[in-house]
């Protein structure tokens, strides 16, 4: 069973580009979590989403950035108009229905803002 | 709203040593407690965690945890460390089953030969 999957795994944009970083849970988990780190810092929830719905977006920032879970296909996290502030590395989690509690994390995506 | 407390920001110590992780954690409800290890540029990986039942919970590479309530406390041991430990160590809690981990600050352990 392959593990939670990150892509990519390093990601180098400009100021004012559009980031899309890719999640793609464990086999059978129907929960989605992301996860920013901050240089230095531990990590702050951003969202929680299941299958087509978001269930906490309250980590959030309030604009620039929005997340979605599709029936079919990853998780996308998408920056908009990405600023220096935004280079931090960006981790995804996946639960499964039967054993919530715990999360299983990917290697995360490395967000370079030049 | 929960949040955790990692005591220590920087713990060394010499291979084969014990070591403890403290971990204080503060919550108006009952928790989930967990540690959880990250190498360096790799993600984090789950270490042991305590739902419920027995205080003292084992984990993978030999270590364990302690959840002491009335301490509000979840420190992590391991009686002999290896080079191979080092790394940044989490707490995290979460108050619900679905729900966001709150991570503390992060221990970086560095094992010395």
């Known amino acids: 069973n392959a593990g939670v999957m990150q892509n990519p795994r390093h990601l180098v944009r400009r100021r004012g580009q559009e980031a899309r970083l890719r999640c793609s849970p464990m086999?059978?988990?129907?929960?989605v979590y992301w996860y920013r780190q901050l240089p230095e810092e531990g990590l702050k929830f951003m969202v929680y989403?299941?299958?087509?719905?978001?269930?906490?977006e309250s980590g959030m920032p309030k604009e620039r950035f929005s997340a979605e879970f599709p029936k079919e296909g990853p998780s996308i996290l998408r920056i908009q108009q990405v600023v220096r502030g935004d280079s931090a590395a960006y981790f995804c989690?996946?639960?499964?229905?039967?054993?919530?509690?715990?999360?299983?994390f990917g290697p995360g995506t490395r967000l370079l803002v030049l | 709203a929960q949040s955790v407390t990692q005591l220590d920001s920087q713990v060394p110590v010499f291979e084969e040593a014990p070591v403890e992780l403290r971990c204080n954690y503060s919550?108006?409800?009952?928790?989930?407690l967990f540690w959880y290890v990250q190498y360096p540029n790799q993600g984090l990986q789950l270490l042991l965690k305590?739902?419920?039942?027995?205080?003292l919970v084992k984990g993978i590479n030999g270590f364990e945890a302690e959840f002491n309530k009335s301490q509000t406390s979840f420190h992590l041991r391991k009686p002999s460390v290896h080079i191979s430990d080092t790394a940044e160590y989490f707490c995290?809690?979460?108050?619900?089953?679905?729900?966001?981990?709150?991570f503390g600050e992060g221990t970086q352990l560095t094992v010395n030969p």
């Open positions: 919550s108006s409800v009952s928790v989930y």
């Open positions: 305590y739902l419920s039942g027995s205080t």
């Open positions: 989690a996946s639960s499964p229905l039967r054993d919530q509690e715990t999360q299983y």
């Open positions: 086999k059978g988990h129907s929960h």
């Open positions: 989403l299941q299958k087509e719905n978001i269930i906490d």
């Open positions: 995290a809690v979460s108050v619900a089953s679905g729900s966001r981990l709150t």
